[in-house]
């Protein structure tokens, strides 16, 4: 019982990280073209983050059963990828770096798993058809995203931004930074909603997976009636685990993350209100779709290339492509460096006779 409280507790410790190094991801535009005011900024963010982790669990399905053998998961398992991830979102965040929390949680996830089964690869899930025809796994849902998205946030952030260019050339230049002005309020809020239904989700199916284990484990076993709900005998995420990871992004949003907001709001490229809606706009609809079908998207990825495509699509040389090239290392390292704190943690933890 004591382990599933650490794992609690880091879980929501990581959560609440999560939401102030990836505030940025909601804000940063936002705040960059002077739309809202940092604070302003932030209370919105949190407002719409808390609403969008409330909206489905299909993405905390996927990290808590989809990825990994949960055969050989412990409490302490779970507690290894828990501390790699916030290990490195501290790392990054001290940085300035906009790497991905939620390729933190799975690297950590994956090197825990594989040092729980003695180096057995086949306990990672590669490639999984389910019965009703879908294809999970960390290629489908993990690799190929990766890739995948943050090339779609370039590629639409470019082409959005050119056709609003070609769209808007005959206005009057204070005409389109008004509208766009008010504009960015909902692309801010949408971008928030669909960070809070992405990245909130993936400490849901982590707590759910501790509260399974548990339940196989039979750690919950004579506990007083009054604690039943920590029984789990079926994968489903209960509602107070979805509430309280809701409410706890939204106060590490809350919190701000003002080293990672000045890179990508300032450092990256110099933005308007109509570039920051572009952005935003096209970084929410493709981080909602990929919540919609479950998969843990980078949220830092996709609003990132998102950037860089609005920047890009006036001239290549509008953006600092210095930092960008320090954000990409980031998000090189950041599966294999997670992966083997993971294997390192749960390694010690075997060792010292944790089970």
Not at 72 to 79: I, Q
Not at 138 to 166: D, E, H, N, Q
Not at 313 to 342: D, N
Request: proline fraction near 4%; charge should be positive; glycine fraction near 10%.
């Amino acid at each position: 019982m004591i382990f599933f409280l650490l794992v609690l507790l880091a879980a929501f410790v990581f959560e609440y990280i999560n939401g102030f190094h990836d505030s940025a991801n909601a804000i940063a535009t936002v705040v960059s073209t002077k739309v809202l005011t940092p604070r302003q900024a932030i209370v919105w963010a949190a407002f719409w983050n808390m609403f969008g982790a409330l909206a489905g669990t299909a993405v905390a399905a996927t990290i808590g059963k989809g990825l990994v053998d949960t055969s050989v998961v412990t409490m302490p398992t779970v507690l290894a990828a828990l501390l790699s991830a916030i290990i490195w979102n501290l790392a990054t965040w001290w940085l300035g770096l906009p790497s991905s929390s939620s390729h933190a949680l799975i690297g950590g996830l994956c090197g825990a798993a594989l040092a729980s089964a003695d180096g057995r690869w086949s306990v990672l899930k590669w490639s999984v058809v389910d019965a009703q025809g879908s294809h999970n796994g960390l290629w489908p849902k993990i690799v190929l995203p990766m890739v995948s998205s943050p090339m779609a946030g370039f590629v639409i952030g470019m082409i959005f931004m050119f056709l609003l260019t070609v769209l808007l050339r005959r206005a009057a230049p204070r005409l389109v930074s008004l509208i766009f002005g008010k504009a960015q309020l909902l692309s801010a809020g949408f971008m928030g909603y669909s960070h809070g239904s992405n990245d909130a989700q993936k400490t849901m199916g982590i707590i759910t997976l501790a509260l399974f284990t548990g339940t196989q484990e039979g750690v919950f076993a004579h506990l007083p009636g009054w604690l039943s709900f920590l029984q789990m005998p079926e994968f489903i995420v209960p509602r107070w685990v979805m509430v309280t990871c809701a409410l706890t992004m939204a106060a590490g949003t809350a919190a701000g993350g003002w080293r990672i907001i000045r890179t990508m709001g300032h450092k990256m490229v110099k933005l308007q209100p109509v570039n920051g809606f572009a952005a935003e706009t096209t970084a929410a609809l493709i981080i909602h779709a990929a919540s919609t079908i479950g998969v843990p998207l980078s949220t830092t990825h996709v609003i990132s290339t998102s950037i860089m495509g609005v920047g890009a699509s006036k001239r290549f040389s509008a953006v600092k492509w210095g930092i960008v090239e320090r954000i990409v290392w980031a998000w090189v390292l950041t599966l294999p460096a997670t992966g083997l704190m993971g294997y390192a943690l749960m390694h010690l933890a075997l060792l010292a006779g944790l089970h």
